[in-house]
């Protein structure tokens, strides 16, 4: 029979074993936090030149317009004073609950506790209240240059999110919930969640998003059989093992992007972009660019051109015997594409018979939210951080498209790792969003000084390979996808860029979702519909409002679109040839090595 007594000592055992973990725990925070590396401020700050600005526009304001400053404080002190009366008066009638609750439905506050508990609610609102009014002020904000308004506005939401009642332990009521329910055993496990993702990281906080130990890339990621035809120093050739009887004649190309893993198209076999078009008849082939070290340093934009593309394009068609074929440019690889296009009309070389561009920004003059780290100030320092190391490590990279979306992919999970002590899910996009990888660092400068910050080739003046090249000069038939919601490259961007292009067969199509799920969007899932308009001579909101809406993925309306340009039927083809033998199987070497510091 269980005593009160043996309750009390089991208890005392659990409180002294999580103490001595928590010392345990604390000694190696310190240890890891001292392994921490020196991050150059001004990669991670606008310069004190924007401060100076939007400062002096705000003096402006209110020595000009004081009357709308003054509007807004009184407002703004109206809705909390009366929020504040309202929950003094719910107390008055003593019942213990929350008053009325205007503010909107926010994630962050979805729990019971947030609506119901009145000190919890009482602060939720207030937070709302305020973020509202501070979003107000900076919208208002007149005397200050579009670009640089741009900018407030995105850094003072960063810190504004960064302030959320939800990402403090004292005023988070479902953390503080599970720590008495567990007795105090969801702090231990999250402090101990912290300190591994510290020791893993050289002492930097990079959230661990997805469970490690779930997924290995060529055994359930990136696990399509086929096998690498041919490898240099800049990428792997994988041919995939055809599934069908016959293909079309004309073989499929595919360029991933660069700053990711190529296996983002080939993650579980039910939403593996990869199978499904090998499934659907055709020869395919995918590059899998290697993960740069400092060895790199002088590989630049002609590097990836002459060493990447050209060579892959010129290996797929000795591997098939075919002197045309179709290509796929996915993000800054659809860029990077679009220029290659481009050199090979001003060569007279006919190589590529359409291409297809998934969320490529090739006219960067409005590059949507990632403007506002193409200012000079970032720029700078970054040209800085890869003259002293070689390359831009992609942890810089993946926290920079981290904080675009930082309430989803880096304040929800640390709050349910840290703060819950939760393990983290077995999400294969989040496995694979979390494997980054290195730029060179000449073409890292070179891709954001001429092509992001001057916008040469949409100006029609960039250089390279010894060629003056402009966007116009893209001729071949092409089909574009871009995402509604893209936050890393803006659909209407991506149409602009399009328009100028000088082909006379263009498509172009925009999914719902954003800039991985509207891609990787399976037709078995029926979950994303997707938008098309024949008609590329509007403006992007005339496009999209007169557009027609298709229910459901838009991978068998592209493949339609590719199949009328990939000829006749012909007998499958096996990976390599007498000269191409097989080094090794699908996903191949480049794509397995973590990042290098």
Avoid at 329 to 335: E, K, L
Avoid at 411 to 436: K, Q, T, V
Avoid at 466 to 490: K, Q, Y
Wanted: hydrophobic share 40%.
């Amino acid at each position: 029979m269980t005593t009160d007594h043996d309750a009390d000592a089991r208890n005392q055992e659990k409180l002294a074993a999580n103490l001595a973990k928590i010392e345990s725990l604390s000694q190696r925070l310190v240890a890891a936090l001292s392994q921490q590396r020196h991050v150059d401020p001004a990669l991670q700050v606008p310069g004190q030149d924007f401060y100076m600005r939007t400062a002096t526009a705000y003096v402006s304001e209110v020595m000009k317009n004081p009357s709308k400053v003054f509007e807004h404080q009184v407002n703004f002190w109206g809705k909390t004073l009366k929020h504040y009366i309202d929950a003094q008066q719910m107390l008055t009638t003593g019942k213990l609950k929350a008053p009325e609750d205007p503010t909107p439905n926010d994630r962050r506050f979805a729990g019971d506790l947030w609506q119901t508990h009145p000190y919890f609610n009482y602060i939720k609102q207030q937070y709302l209240l305020t973020s509202e009014a501070i979003g107000e002020a900076v919208a208002d904000l007149d005397y200050l240059e579009p670009r640089d308004k741009q900018r407030l506005a995105f850094f003072t939401r960063q810190i504004v999110d960064m302030l959320s009642p939800a990402n403090y332990l004292g005023t988070n009521p479902e953390a503080l919930q599970k720590a008495v329910d567990t007795e105090g055993q969801s702090l231990v496990d999250g402090l101990e969640n912290l300190v591994r993702d510290l020791e893993d990281n050289g002492g930097d906080l990079v959230v661990t998003l997805s469970d490690k130990s779930a997924f290995s890339v060529g055994e359930n990621l990136g696990a399509t059989p086929g096998e690498v035809v041919f490898r240099n120093r800049m990428f792997e050739l994988i041919q995939y093992t055809p599934t069908t009887e016959t293909v079309a004649r004309i073989p499929l190309l595919v360029f991933p992007p660069w700053i990711n893993k190529f296996y983002i198209m080939d993650l579980k076999e039910k939403n593996s972009l990869i199978r499904w078009i090998v499934d659907q008849g055709y020869t395919l082939f995918v590059v899998s660019w290697v993960n740069p070290d400092p060895s790199y340093a002088d590989a630049g934009m002609d590097t990836y051109i002459e060493e990447g593309y050209l060579t892959a394009i010129g290996q797929v068609k000795q591997i098939t015997g075919e002197e045309r074929i179709n290509a796929i440019g996915y993000c800054i690889a659809g860029t990077m594409l679009s220029v290659v296009l481009a050199l090979l009309k001003k060569r007279g070389d006919r190589s590529i018979r359409s291409a297809t561009f998934f969320t490529t920004l090739t006219d960067f003059a409005d590059p949507g939210e990632m403007g506002v780290f193409l200012h000079d100030d970032f720029v700078d320092a970054i040209e800085d951080e890869v003259a002293r190391e070689g390359m831009l490590d992609g942890f810089f990279m993946s926290r920079t498209f981290s904080y675009l979306r930082s309430n989803d992919l880096v304040y929800a999970p640390a709050i349910r790792s840290y703060m819950m002590g939760e393990a983290p899910p077995a999400f294969d996009l989040l496995y694979w969003n979390g494997d980054s990888t290195n730029l060179p660092a000449r073409m890292a400068v070179e891709y954001l000084r001429e092509l992001c910050q001057q916008n040469l080739f949409a100006e029609g003046s960039y250089e390279v390979c010894g060629e003056r090249l402009s966007i116009r000069d893209v001729d071949v038939p092409l089909c574009a996808v871009a995402c509604e919601t893209d936050h890393i490259a803006a659909w209407k961007t991506s149409y602009l860029g399009v328009q100028k292009m000088g082909s006379k067969q263009k498509s172009f199509i925009v999914s719902q979702s954003g800039h991985i799920a509207g891609i990787i969007n399976p037709p078995s899932k029926k979950k994303y519909g997707h938008y098309t308009n024949e008609d590329m001579t509007l403006a992007p909101d005339e496009w999209l409002e007169g557009a027609d809406f298709h229910q459901g993925s838009w991978w068998p309306r592209w493949e339609g679109w590719l199949k009328r340009r990939s000829g006749a039927q012909v007998p499958a083809r096996q990976p390599g040839d007498a000269r191409h033998p097989s080094l090794g199987p699908a996903p191949g070497t480049y794509v397995r090595p973590k990042k290098t510091a």
